[in-house]
């Protein structure tokens, strides 16, 4: 699978069966993450497919992941993943909540422009 955009709008389009732990196929499903599963993904590049409860639509990311912020009693927001975007130089990380997740695959690799291959493909 090539990615050439950094996010894509996805709808009514059969995902395959998911290859890497913590991943769900596209459908009414979510990805379930807790502190161990999330950290796993820190410091990869991922495909992350969101999705909100106000909207039908979902929505893709290509997305680095630099940090992860855990559960704690009083956090607003919920957990989430510190990311970046390959390829720019943003100066803050954006935050890509847990709850928002459908599925995310980790990236086998990139050539810096976009196009990778998801890792267990």
């Known amino acids: ?23 769900t196929a596209m459908n009414n499903d979510r990805v379930i993450l807790n502190a161990q599963s999330a950290l796993r993904y820190l410091g990869q590049t991922a495909l992350i497919e969101m999705v909100w409860d106000d909207d039908p639509e979902t929505m893709w990311h290509y997305l680095h992941i630099v940090g992860v912020v855990l559960p704690a009693a009083g956090l607003r927001g919920g957990p989430h993943f510190l990311t970046l975007r390959p ?4 100066a ?15 990236m086998r690799y990139s050539d810096g ?3 990778s291959n998801v890792q267990g493909r």
């Open 1 to 23: 699978m090539d990615v050439e955009e950094t996010s894509l709008t996805v709808k009514d389009r059969p995902a395959p069966p998911p290859s890497t732990p913590g991943t």
């Open 87 to 90: 390829g720019t130089e943003e």
């Open 92 to 106: 803050f990380a954006e935050e890509a909540f847990w709850e928002n997740i459908r599925t995310i695959r980790v």
């Open 113 to 115: 422009r976009g196009s």
